[in-house]
C-alpha cells in the first residue's frame, strides 16, 4: 500500500484535519534529485496577541509591516510518515499555555478507550508564528489564533497548498479547539471521537522541531512517544522556507 491509498483511509483531526526514518535530511527519496530549503523556530514565548497578521491570506505583508508575517508559502512541506495510537490511556486535561512559535509535527495520539496500540494518521503538522496559524495534512489552512482557559481560537483566512505554498479559496471559519502545552513541552490538541470504540476524547501530541523532515524516530517507540515513520514503500520527505517543495520527491511520496 503507497502513501496515497493511506490519504484515504484516515481522517484528519479537527484542527486540520508524515517522514520516514529512511533519512534525517532535508529531502529523502531512493532518488533524492532536487533540493530544499531547512527552516528553524523563533522561539518566542508568551500567549499570542489577538491580531490579524497582515499576509496570512499567503500574498505579501501589507505596507510596514513584518516581512516575517506567516504565510502559506512560508514554509512547504511533504512527507510519507504516519503516527502511532495508543489506546487506554488517561489523558490530561486540557488546560491550555503559550505555544511558541516555531514547527510541530505530530508524534503520536492518545485514546481513552480500547487497549493496545493501532496505526494512526497519515502524520500531520502546524506552524505558529506572531499570532498566526499554519496547518498541513488534509485540508491544510492559515489563520489568526488567540488563546485563553484552555481553548485556541481560530479564525481561518484561507486554503493552503502544502506542497507549493499556493493560497487556496479564502474562508470565514472559525474553530475552538481545546489544547494543551505540557511542562515538555509538547502540544495536546484535543478532539471528540465517535468511532468502533464508541464516543471519545482522543488527544493528537505534536512536538516542535527544527525542521519537519530532521530528527526522524528509527522506529515505532514501545511507550507513548514520537512514532512518526514511514510504514509504506514510496517513503520521503521534503520541505522548504519561502518557496515550494520538491515536485519530484512529493511526486514520489504520492506513488507517482
Known amino acids: 500500500m503507497n502513501a496515497t491509498a493511506l490519504r484515504f483511509l484516515f481522517a484528519g483531526l479537527g484542527l486540520v484535519s508524515a517522514l520516514t526514518a529512511c533519512s534525517s535530511s532535508s529531502d529523502a527519496t531512493p532518488d533524492p534529485g532536487s533540493s530544499s530549503g531547512s ?3 523563533s522561539g ?3 500567549n499570542p496577541g489577538d491580531r490579524k497578521v497582515p499576509g496570512a491570506d499567503g500574498g505579501p505583508a501589507a505596507d510596514g509591516a ?3 508575517a506567516l504565510t502559506c508559502l ?3 512541506w511533504c512527507g510519507s510518515g504516519s503516527v502511532t495510537r495508543w489506546n487506554g490511556q488517561t489523558l490530561p486535561t486540557a488546560r491550555g499555555g503559550a505555544i511558541p512559535d ?3 509535527r505530530e508524534a503520536y495520539i492518545l485514546a481513552e478507550k480500547g487497549s493496545g496500540t493501532a496505526f494512526g494518521d497519515y502524520g500531520e503538522a502546524m506552524q505558529f508564528r ?3 496559524v499554519r496547518t498541513f495534512g488534509g485540508l491544510s489552512k492559515i489563520g489568526t489564533f488567540t488563546s485563553a482557559g ?3 481560537s481560530v479564525a481561518y483566512a484561507s486554503y493552503c497548498d502544502d506542497e507549493t505554498g499556493k493560497v487556496g479559496d479564502a474562508l470565514t471559519t472559525k474553530e475552538e479547539i481545546d489544547y494543551l502545552v505540557d511542562g515538555q513541552g509538547q502540544l495536546f490538541i484535543f478532539s471528540k471521537s465517535t468511532g468502533s470504540a464508541g464516543a471519545q476524547t482522543v488527544a493528537h501530541v505534536y512536538l516542535l522541531q527544527a525542521t519537519l523532515c530532521g530528527n526522524l524516530p528509527k522506529a515505532v517507540p514501545t511507550a507513548p512517544g514520537d512514532s512518526y515513520v514511514c510504514k509504506v514503500t514510496n517513503c520521503g520527505c521534503t520541505e522548504s522556507t519561502n518557496g ?5 520527491v512529493c511526486k514520489f511520496v504520492h506513488g507517482g
Not at 515550494?244 to 519530484?248: E, G, K, L, T, V
Open 39 to 41: 527552516s528553524g523556530t
Open 44 to 46: 518566542s514565548s508568551g
Open 66 to 68: 513584518a516581512s516575517d
Open 74 to 76: 512560508s514554509h512547504t
Open 102 to 104: 516555531g514547527l510541530y
Open 130 to 132: 506572531g499570532g498566526a
Open 150 to 152: 484552555g481553548k485556541l
Open 244 to 248: 515550494p517543495a520538491s515536485a519530484q
